[in-house]
């Protein structure tokens, strides 16, 4: 390690307090997962303390995975990506730099791509045409910059659909966009829906997030004596 690095590493470890346990660590990461934002000053920030804490990787990309599908609003994931996406090639920058002593950067590599496929399913298929074409051109990135190689791009492209993966898709996200639909062709498709639009209705309309108004038709149609009629749902009473 020559001088420079050695000053920037001093640097890097003065600006980062030390942190103990693992409690206090994810403390500070939830408090940089609610703060998402796609500015330069945050990027770096993050990235730099992800990286400060690298013997902790797999504690912290875990987190970040259990974490997304509940980060709200979904262009906040989006904003997660570009913070993953730097993290690869600072990463990869060090490792072809640094060749005795790039460990935790390879290590964060693999770990990032063989979690990429749950982060990416569970952002891009509540996104728009122009962000879900932002995420497209960071994966081309990473090709370019043979942080992956094509397979491993190939790969990772795949998980990019326009439905929910695997246990995120409910009767309630059928039933609301049937309520919305003006043309609907049965069988329905789970292609036809719309989640960007689903998405956005319920948080303007409703004013709380799908997932919560998923979970509430889930137990009503899952209450002890069956589903609950519409007109005999209990309602607030009303001040007098």
Same mark, same amino acid.
């Given at each position: 390690?020559?001088?420079?690095?050695?000053?920037?590493?001093?640097?890097?470890? /003065? /600006?980062?307090?030390?942190?103990?346990?693992?409690?206090?660590?994810?403390? #500070?990461? @939830?408090?940089?997962?609610?703060?998402?934002?796609?500015?330069?000053?945050?990027?770096?920030?993050?990235?730099?303390?992800? *990286?400060?804490?690298?013997?902790?990787? @797999?504690?912290?990309?875990?987190?970040?995975?259990?974490?997304?599908?509940?980060? #709200?609003?979904?262009?906040?994931? *989006?904003? !997660?990506?570009? !913070?993953?996406?730097?993290?690869?090639?600072?990463?990869? $920058? /060090?490792?072809?730099?640094?060749?005795?002593?790039?460990?935790? =950067? #390879?290590?964060?590599?693999?770990?990032?791509? =063989?979690?990429?496929?749950?982060?990416?399913?569970?952002?891009?298929? !509540?996104?728009?045409? =122009?962000?879900?074409?932002?995420?497209?051109?960071?994966?081309?990135?990473? /090709?370019?910059?043979? $942080?992956?190689?094509?397979? #491993?791009?190939?790969?990772?492209?795949?998980?990019?659909?326009?439905?929910?993966?695997?246990?995120?898709?409910?009767?309630?996200? $059928?039933?609301?966009?049937?309520?919305?639909?003006?043309?609907?062709?049965?069988? *329905?498709?789970?292609?036809?829906?719309?989640?960007?639009?689903?998405?956005?209705?319920?948080?303007?309309? @409703?004013?709380?997030?799908?997932?919560?108004?998923?979970?509430?038709?889930?137990?009503?149609? @899952?209450?002890?004596?069956?589903?609950?009629?519409?007109?005999?749902?209990?309602?607030?009473?009303? =001040?007098?």
């Amino acid at each position: 390690m020559n001088n420079y690095q050695q000053h920037h590493q001093q640097q890097q470890n /003065e /600006e980062f307090r030390n942190i103990n346990n693992d409690d206090d660590l994810l403390g #500070e990461l @939830n408090d940089l997962l609610n703060d998402l934002n796609p500015s330069n000053s945050y990027i770096k920030y993050a990235k730099d303390w992800i *990286l400060r804490y690298s013997n902790k990787s @797999n504690l912290i990309i875990n987190t970040i995975v259990q974490r997304v599908p509940v980060i #709200e609003p979904p262009e906040k994931r *989006l904003f !997660l990506l570009f !913070l993953i996406s730097e993290i690869l090639h600072s990463c990869a $920058i /060090e490792k072809t730099l640094d060749h005795h002593h790039h460990h935790h =950067q #390879e290590h964060y590599i693999t770990l990032l791509y =063989q979690n990429l496929p749950s982060i990416l399913s569970n952002t891009y298929y !509540l996104l728009d045409n =122009q962000q879900k074409d932002k995420i497209k051109n960071i994966c081309n990135l990473w /090709e370019e910059r043979k $942080i992956f190689n094509p397979n #491993e791009i190939k790969s990772l492209k795949s998980n990019l659909k326009d439905v929910p993966p695997l246990g995120i898709a409910s009767p309630g996200a $059928i039933v609301t966009h049937l309520k919305l639909a003006s043309n609907v062709t049965l069988p *329905l498709n789970p292609t036809d829906i719309n989640y960007y639009h689903l998405h956005q209705f319920d948080r303007s309309a @409703n004013n709380y997030s799908l997932y919560d108004s998923l979970r509430q038709f889930q137990e009503n149609i @899952n209450a002890p004596n069956g589903p609950v009629p519409p007109n005999t749902q209990q309602q607030p009473q009303s =001040q007098q």
